[in-house]
């Protein structure tokens, strides 16, 4: 049976984040001898009325990133309604982080780096701390539990092929440490208090099978590559409860954090257009 891939970065992942990179980088070399100039000085710049707040740069950067928000959130409705096939929940999750990026980005350029009232600064606080909740959510999501079960099997096989007659063995050192047994409804604190325990069950799994497997110097190449994976599966399974709580309990801090960065994004945008600032609807 062939031991089961571990989640890699998708093409797609990839060319997004190079989009977010490559659009920062430009922004940056746009505008690099008006932003690190002083609020006094930028008054002097030829183009401080095209990259300031409210100009036609500025302000239009300002209007993109709110439009990206409201996209970024329609993952939440895709994953309220799952059931539809319409685009797999990996891909919608690529576009969710990188709209999400792209509009921290943009909101960083639209302000000037220079946050002036409370609203802005509302705002750009609620997307900063929506932006750091999700990459740490997508890096839980990375360590998921999705198939542990089915890797670990396949990689007990991997060694079984290798060297017949281990598996039972190394099946019941397994199960002499299982991992910590995290509630589906665990909070937030009790998920992040089984953390430490991860880690211990691992290391003694490890250990548990190191007495169990031969010396490494005595194994072959291919016997080293399965034990490897067995080690990495072994610890994968470990944690998989306390991941799947955990990623239960941080999406919907998440998913708090994101509706109050709407509101406040709806609201700023919706001054701004009430005083005049609407880009090109003007």
């Known amino acids: 049976m062939a ?9 797609l992942a990839l060319v997004l984040g190079l989009i977010v990179v490559s659009v920062t980088i430009g922004l940056v070399y746009r505008g690099w001898s008006f932003y690190r100039l002083s609020l006094e000085d930028r008054v002097e710049h030829p183009e401080y009325r095209l990259l300031r707040p409210s100009g036609l740069y500025g302000n239009g950067y300002g209007w993109v990133a709110a439009m990206l928000v409201v996209l ?4 939440l409705i895709r994953r309220r309604f799952g059931s539809v096939r319409f685009g797999s929940m990996k891909t919608w999750l690529d576009v969710h982080v990188f709209t999400g990026l792209l509009a921290a980005s943009l909101v960083s350029f ?14 750009a606080a609620s997307l900063g701390t929506v932006v750091l909740t999700g990459l740490l959510g997508r890096f839980l999501y990375a360590l998921g539990p999705g198939g542990v079960r089915e890797r670990l099997g396949a990689a007990l096989d991997g060694v079984e092929d290798e060297l017949p007659g281990s598996r039972t063995a190394l099946a019941e050192g397994i199960a002499q440490r299982p991992g ?18 991860w880690t211990v069950a691992a290391r003694d799994r490890r250990e548990i099978l190191e007495m169990i497997l031969p010396p490494r110097r005595a ?5 080293k590559r399965a034990v490897s994976e067995l080690y990495s599966a072994s610890a994968a ?7 799947a709580a955990l990623l239960r309990s941080w999406r919907a801090l998440h998913r708090f954090f994101a509706l109050l960065m709407l509101a406040a994004v709806l609201l700023h945008a919706g001054v701004a257009w009430y005083y005049g600032y609407r880009w090109i609807f003007a």
């Open 180 to 197: 910590p047994d995290v509630p589906a409804n665990a909070s937030l604190l009790r998920s992040l208090w089984a953390i430490p325990s």
């Open 237 to 243: 399974d470990a944690r998989a409860s306390g991941i």
């Open 3 to 11: 031991v089961p891939r571990r989640r890699r970065v998708s093409f």
């Open 110 to 123: 639209h302000s000037a780096f220079q946050l002036r009232t409370p609203i802005a600064s509302v705002s």
């Open 72 to 75: 970024n959130l329609s993952y």
């Open 219 to 223: 194994m072959s190449r291919e016997l």
